[in-house]
């Protein structure tokens, strides 16, 4: 049984769009409903490819979301959903396929699906096969759901993706019926052996380049997504920035990092002098700047040190871009991999202000600290599903 505290349920999918089309034609969204320590995600591939394709998935995903989340009778809830799709043109059909892992509090899992190929169940990367309880539609006959429940255990991971994963290859030499869910399944369980805390986001690119692998020319000749949910111990990351508004909290605000188990980061001059100073510890300043930002610096037992204002907001500005055109300067890369890499980040915000940033000459967009760090912990929580956490001193 999942104990919430001691576990995080790392949360990703990764996309490849079919060779060719603008757009993906599957669609993948992920909730978290914080009332009830819920989280509800849903895979739709639509049919076909291209614009026609990502509408359908689209439309899928968006109702599935709604309906799941209300607790909606799932069969109502499908016929719904074929009901209002709209027709193809040329197949004179509205279809689109669907996967969707509802997470209750304390582990209790349901899996619904409707035609995308068999979910992954891993535990002690051994493949569970769960009883699946067929239900069928009577307004849609041909359309079957599959439902199965069970309860999760920390360490486990859910995988479910669409068919361009398991047909990738089809009708090719080596993979003549395709790449299959049992090939996917035994590539991911060596993944697995040679790394067992491998994050959800890197094991869902890593089964989303392979499949593109059985393929011509690592050609994408469907829309290709898997999604990856990982039940595991929660990573951490403290991230202090500005000086203690109090002088006399100066001390407990530096030793926050002493005993801390996650990344610890220092962001700001004056911020990086008092922890220096109150560990006793040397500050160590690089002379020259790298990719025209401010350079970093160096802290004994801190995994980063850098400047903070225009260093933050460069971060903010790289996580807001869908995609991003360049990689992001030294320390922005830095602090971004972390962002990523862990699921509990804690901002500790001293609210002294500091003259400098109050400076009208400076961009307008250079937010004061306070304004920056609310930025950052929105776009992480909403885009990111982190959990977040600030504390002002």
């Not at 197949?91 to 209750?104: E, G």
């Not at 002493?258 to 922890?275: S, Y």
């Not at 500050?283 to 037992?301: F, V």
């Amino acid at each position: 049984m999942i104990n919430q505290e001691d576990t995080f349920i790392e949360i990703e999918c990764c996309q490849r769009t079919k060779d060719g089309e603008s757009v993906c034609g599957d669609d993948f969204r992920s909730i978290r409903i914080n009332e009830e320590d819920r989280y509800i995600s849903v895979l739709s591939d639509g049919l076909g490819s291209g614009i026609k394709a990502s509408l359908l998935a689209n439309m899928t995903t968006a109702m599935i979301l709604r309906f799941v989340s209300q607790n909606m009778e799932i069969i109502s809830s499908a016929e719904i959903i074929m009901d209002t799709l709209p027709v193809c043109e040329v197949r004179k059909i509205s279809y689109a396929t669907f996967t969707v892992v509802d997470i209750l509090a304390h582990g209790l899992t349901r899996v619904v699906e409707m035609d995308n190929p068999p979910y992954i169940h891993l535990r002690n990367n051994k493949d569970l096969d769960w009883k699946r309880k067929i239900l069928n539609s009577e307004a849609w006959p041909d359309r079957k759901l599959a439902l199965s429940e069970f309860k999760t255990l920390p360490e486990d991971r859910i995988i479910f993706f669409s068919d361009g994963v398991t047909q990738a290859g089809i009708g090719h030499s080596i993979t003549k019926l395709g790449w299959r869910r049992s090939g996917c399944l035994e590539f991911i369980q060596k993944l697995i052996t040679r790394d067992n805390n491998i994050s959800a986001r890197e094991l869902s690119r890593s089964i989303v380049a392979q499949a593109a692998t059985k393929n011509p020319g690592f050609s994408a000749i469907d829309d290709i997504s898997c999604a990856v949910i990982y039940f595991r111990k929660p990573r951490r990351m403290r991230l202090l920035t500005g000086p203690p508004y109090n002088k006399s909290h100066d001390s407990s605000f530096a030793k926050s990092v002493l005993d801390f188990d996650g990344h610890k980061l220092v962001c700001g001059g004056t911020t990086a002098q008092i922890v220096a100073r109150e560990l006793n510890r040397d500050l160590k300043t690089e002379l020259r700047s790298r990719d025209g930002m401010p350079p970093i610096a160096e802290i004994k037992g801190l995994d980063l040190v850098t400047e903070g204002i225009l260093t933050l907001t460069e971060a903010a500005r790289y996580l807001e871009d869908d995609h991003p055109p360049a990689p992001p300067a030294y320390a922005v890369g830095k602090i971004i991999e972390m962002f990523q890499s862990c699921d509990i980040i804690e901002f500790l915000v001293g609210t002294r202000v500091n003259e400098a940033h109050q400076d009208p000459t400076l961009p307008v967009d250079l937010e004061i600290r306070r304004n920056i760090i609310k930025r950052l912990k929105s776009l992480l929580e909403e885009k990111y599903r982190k959990k977040v956490t600030i504390q002002y001193y």
